[in-house]
């Protein structure tokens, strides 16, 4: 019997910054707490001392600046990776997120790249309240010029992250600290480029499409268990990656079932879930024929106390329970 | 330090012409040539701009040739600086195409940045112009990241920042200056200081004058000098760009002192917004650094006052056949709209 070995979400994203600074010299990573143990799970472990802290470098409290200096040296040919450990913090560095990294690009002619990495790290939940929760991905995927990936497993935490550097435009790459226990016996490590990324089924079925991305696609396999002990086999459809959207699997999964429930870890209103429902209603042959619902957290800050927090955040039970409803069983 | 910028601020001081002391006065002659192409150039984009040719919003540094001039001269191609809203005279300064120039304020396809930036958003990294932008104080952390690659490549190339001293207002600019001082990365802050941001002079905006005092709190060797004075800019920076060159340098803050004798955007002069700027402008015309530098040439017998006129002569007509050439360049594809937003 061969013992299988398995890799978790968290240690694979550092497998992705390991093979990243092994294999590519102008790759370097920045952020705050990037040598201390705590900040970042074991997403980073010990890379300073493996790769030096010239290559790993842990920075004043300073997220524009960071954020600009990580344009600024991929502009001068370096591949950054800009490490925020909370997205509520990355928020400071909007402007260069936005208005300067994605914008490059285009108003500058078409032909200058900004090959810039910006990891923003999820971290809700536990009582941390409005400012240590939020994830924005429908915020971010609104910018045209900002690739936004959402890694949803652990080979897709190590693979994205290794996509997201060897891109030649600025990434926003979010992972999710609620997806860092999951596990998965991964093949070695590769360079991955960001054209072969692209909506995943993980699961088939006929019944229903469940449409997530990120901790989401964690929860709509969950429910797709439960719902398959009910008889109902769902269709799970990963996004992955959120700017630019690439919907042709969600439409064909779609017209299969005749059912899409688009389940996102963020608000509703003009938000992720609405835009793939959108894409669906505006095609005729699709427009008649699906019937849609939507589960996202309710349009109010993120609570602290526990029993806001369960009314707050959606579980794999919520889901089942919105697919029966759409199933009519 | 003293937190006033005394005479340096007086638009009365400083009109005579300037002294070359220990600099050899040739150089200076390119200098001069650079800083009246500048000077005749925004001034054909400022009767443009009157007319309504020019529809993008102009930011012109007619007055303040001196200051990106005389960094420009100790700068070289592998260098990497940034600007801002007003950032035609440091991308000419540094050596961009005047037809590329035009081009782009009409939004031209053969402009710098192919038609999609205009005024604001100007290029030429052949001469290590990476790029301006019109977000107060948004480049500054870039300049740094650019250090930040120089440091790293050991090349002996330095990151540069322009920007006003209105940018010194915002929360980038801080964080830049420390985190440029505490690794030590070869960056040159430039900030003009021309004592307007819009339309709000300094006294308004900061309990100081002088924008160097931020050096001081981040711990970064610094001068403020007579930023109409181009030897001066240019001797503030021989030693740290020596040390850049040598690979030893780190951050440096440099203040020139000037004044802008057009308004904040466009071709009029405001002279109704503002304190002192109604009563000032005159007076600071009399400390024109093309004018000063130009007296001092002649006197030192490098430049006579008719060679000047021949060099005068001949930068108008370059601006007028580039910019008649500008007018007939095609605009960019509709398709450019969509196809140049990601790599291929």
């Known amino acids: 019997m061969t013992a299988t070995v398995k890799t978790s979400y968290g240690v694979a994203i550092r497998d992705g910054f390991a093979h990243l600074l092994a294999k590519h010299p102008k790759a370097f990573v920045m952020g705050q707490g990037l040598w201390s143990p705590w900040y970042v799970g074991n997403s980073m472990t010990n890379l300073e001392i493996e790769f030096g802290k010239e290559r790993v470098i842990d920075v004043p409290v300073s997220e524009v600046a960071t954020t600009g200096a990580g344009i600024g040296a991929a502009l001068s040919g370096y591949r950054p990776i800009v490490v925020h450990p909370r997205v509520d913090f990355m928020m400071l560095a909007v402007d260069q997120i936005v208005t300067q990294a994605a914008k490059w690009r285009s108003m500058f002619g078409g032909d200058v790249s900004v090959p810039l990495v910006i990891r923003g790290i999820i971290n809700r939940g536990g009582e941390q309240g409005a400012q240590h929760s939020q994830s924005l991905q429908s915020w971010f995927a609104h910018i045209p010029g900002l690739h936004v990936l959402m890694p949803a497993t652990p080979r897709d935490a190590r693979d994205m992250l290794i996509a997201a550097t060897l891109c030649d435009d600025p990434v926003l790459y979010m992972d999710d600290r609620w997806c860092y226990e999951l596990e998965e016996e991964l093949p070695p490590a590769a360079d991955v480029s960001i054209n072969d990324i692209a909506p995943l089924r993980r699961r088939t079925g006929k019944d229903i499409t469940l449409v997530g991305c990120g901790y989401t696609t964690k929860l709509n396999l969950e429910a797709a268990e439960l719902l398959a002990a009910l008889g109902i086999e769902a269709d799970v459809i990963d996004l992955r990656l959120l700017n630019p959207l690439k919907p042709a699997l969600v439409h064909e999964s779609a017209a299969k079932t005749g059912r899409m429930l688009v389940v996102d870890g963020d608000w509703r209103s003009c938000g992720l879930a609405a835009e793939i429902i959108a894409g669906v209603a505006e095609r005729p042959e699709l427009r008649a024929g699906v019937h849609c619902a939507r589960i996202t957290h309710p349009d109010a800050p993120a609570p602290t106390s526990k029993p806001l927090e369960q009314a707050f955040y959606f579980t794999a039970a919520d889901i089942v329970r919105e697919a029966r409803t759409l199933c009519g069983r | ?344």
Not at chain 2, 108 to 127: C, Q
Not at chain 2, 175 to 182: K, P
């Open chain 2, 1 to 344: 330090m003293n937190q006033s910028l005394t005479s340096l601020a007086d638009a009365k001081a400083h009109h005579e012409p300037i002294a070359f002391g220990d600099a050899d006065p040739v150089p200076f002659v390119q200098a001069l040539h650079r800083m009246v192409r500048i000077r005749r150039a925004e001034e054909r984009i400022a009767e443009n701009v009157a007319t309504g040719v020019i529809k993008c919003p102009c930011h012109l540094a007619i007055g303040q040739e001196a200051a990106a001039v005389g960094v420009a001269m100790h700068l070289r191609s592998t260098d990497r600086a940034f600007g801002a809203h007003r950032s035609h005279a440091h991308f000419l300064a540094m050596g961009g195409s005047l037809d590329g120039l035009f081009a782009e304020v009409l939004g031209r396809d053969t402009g710098v940045s192919r038609g999609m930036g205009g005024s604001m958003h100007l290029a030429a990294k052949e001469v290590g112009f990476y790029g301006s932008v019109p977000i107060v104080g948004a480049s500054i952390p870039i300049a740094v990241g650019a250090g930040l690659a120089a440091q790293m490549d050991k090349k002996g190339d330095v990151g540069v920042s322009f920007f006003g001293d209105g940018a010194a207002e915002e929360g980038s600019f801080h964080e830049s200056m420390n985190l440029a001082s505490v690794m030590n990365l070869p960056v040159l802050f430039v900030c003009e200081n021309n004592m307007f941001a819009s339309h709000l002079h300094i006294s308004l905006r900061q309990p100081k004058n002088v924008v160097a005092r931020y050096a001081v709190a981040h711990a970064m060797p610094h001068a403020t000098v007579d930023g109409n004075d181009v030897v001066a800019v240019w001797s503030a920076l021989n030693a740290a760009a020596a040390a850049w060159r040598a690979g030893t340098g780190g951050p440096f803050f440099l203040e020139a002192v000037t004044y802008r004798w057009l308004g904040h955007v466009g071709h009029r002069d405001d002279q109704d917004v503002g304190v002192a700027r109604k009563d000032d402008l005159s007076d600071w015309k009399g400390r024109d650094p093309v004018r000063r530098l130009a007296e001092s040439l002649a006197t030192v017998g490098v430049l006579s006052p008719k060679e000047f006129a021949a060099m005068e002569s001949a930068i108008s007509d370059e601006v007028s056949t580039s910019w008649a050439k500008a007018l007939t360049q095609p605009f960019p594809e509709p398709n450019a709209l969509l196809n140049r937003v990601w790599a291929k």
